[in-house]
């Protein structure tokens, strides 16, 4: 056979290889920058089948997608051995465009976990103690109008202790949402006022409540502290410490990358609605940051596995967890997840048309971070079977 002839079908055949993979995910073994890799590498990503696990993933994320009604989905597992990153659906509706691995997505509440090493960091530099009241913190001019604020402890928002009342959940934020435009952020002072004339729903310290509110007011405590803006901080302190240059704050900063659309069952009639004019006080500090897979990987092993991002003295305060009686429990700006994903920590969001994972499992030493684009699905039960099928169940 012609020996330039026979040269031209091995690259033409490793291109379309290669493509064929980039369309169904990509595997990445340890310490291996490519997106995509070859035979000879595949044994260093799964004990077993490599390219049988990556089809299995693949074809699991495929079917998710199609049975549950969710436009996109992106998943990307983590293991010893090495990790699978896939995509599948559409990222909009609308323009039918693909999902990729690449895309951000609102993360929603699992910006707290964010906000948490911020505010664990600024203890760290002697700025704020856990212990004290938030009312030592707070502008001047919010603080008298938060009841038990001098009772109230900085840890007590972190780990939903405070019994503060809920800003989302009153009628005047609801109808104000509604026609509020996206060219209008809201601040967190504005969102505050909406729970002065709410009644507590708690003492402080009595009870687990998860309420947005808390870190609305951390938000507060962080900008009176570091006398600029939340997103300002998490950037500085988080986002340019760890090279992640695709996570920025909603409507506070400039878009990076290609953003998914949001979608949820708005007006309760069964069909998918887009999300992507509303302003349900998106960019605040309760879930306003827009991420990518890749990055909440990188956050994740700083956080949880090489546990650099915090000192050892922060890491163990983030980790006291309060246990709310049902097998799931809080630590500061952490869940504890019980079923189906028992004993893993991270977190969890929706809104905004997103339902998000991060979840780490300290025992196997697997991280996975699954991103859907409908908030209507239970990402728990998405997540676990795909753990299922990198552990062989």
């Known amino acids: 056979m012609n020996l330039r002839f026979l040269a031209f079908s091995k690259i033409l055949f490793a291109t379309v290889f290669v493509i064929s993979l980039g369309f169904a995910g990509y595997l990445v073994g340890d310490n291996i920058s490519q997106r995509v890799i070859g035979k000879s590498l595949a044994k260093q990503v799964m004990p077993t089948s490599t390219v049988g696990k990556s089809s299995q993933l693949q074809t699991l994320l495929n079917e998710i997608v199609a049975e549950q009604r969710i436009p996109g989905a992106v998943m990307y597992i983590i293991t010893p051995k090495g990790s699978w990153l896939g995509a599948s659906g559409v990222d909009d509706l609308s323009s039918k465009t693909r999902m990729k691995p690449t ?9 707290k976990t964010f906000m948490a090493v911020v505010v664990l960091k600024l203890v760290e530099q002697g700025k704020i103690e856990l212990d004290r009241a938030i009312a030592t913190y707070l502008p001047t001019d919010i603080s008298p109008h938060i009841v038990n604020s001098d009772k109230i402890t900085v840890r007590q928002l972190l780990n939903h202790t405070s019994g503060v009342a809920e800003y989302l959940e009153t009628k005047e934020f609801i109808q104000a949402t509604a026609k509020r435009s996206r060219s209008q952020p809201w601040t967190a002072r504005e969102a505050i006022q909406y729970m002065y004339q709410e009644e507590p729903q708690a003492n402080p310290g009595e009870k687990f409540i998860y309420t947005d509110c808390n870190y609305i007011l951390l938000e507060l405590i962080v900008e009176n502290i570091t006398k600029g803006t939340l997103a300002q901080a998490i950037r500085s302190q988080i986002l340019k410490p760890l090279g992640l240059k695709h996570t920025f704050t909603e409507l506070r900063e400039p878009t990076i990358g290609e953003v ?24 605040l500090g309760d879930g306003g940051l827009v991420s990518t897979a890749e990055d909440l990987a990188k956050f994740a092993k700083a956080l949880f596995v090489k546990k650099t991002l915090l000192s050892s003295k ?44 991060l979840a780490y499992l300290p025992n196997q030493n697997t991280t996975i971070i699954v991103l859907l684009n409908n908030q209507n699905v239970d990402i728990k039960s998405v997540a676990r079977t795909g753990l299922d099928v990198v552990e062989n169940k």
């Open 314 to 357: 922060m890491m163990k305060e983030m980790l006291k967890f309060r246990d709310n009686g049902e097998g799931y429990s809080y630590g500061l700006g952490v869940e504890r997840f019980s079923s189906p994903l028992a004993k893993a920590i991270g977190h969890s969001g929706t809104a905004y048309g997103f339902v998000t994972l």
């Open 260 to 283: 998914a659309t949001g979608y949820g069952d708005r007006n309760k009639d069964g069909k998918l609605d887009s999300y992507a004019e509303v302003n349900d006080g998106n960019g």
């Open 103 to 111: 895309d951000g997505f609102s993360i929603a509440s699992m910006s």
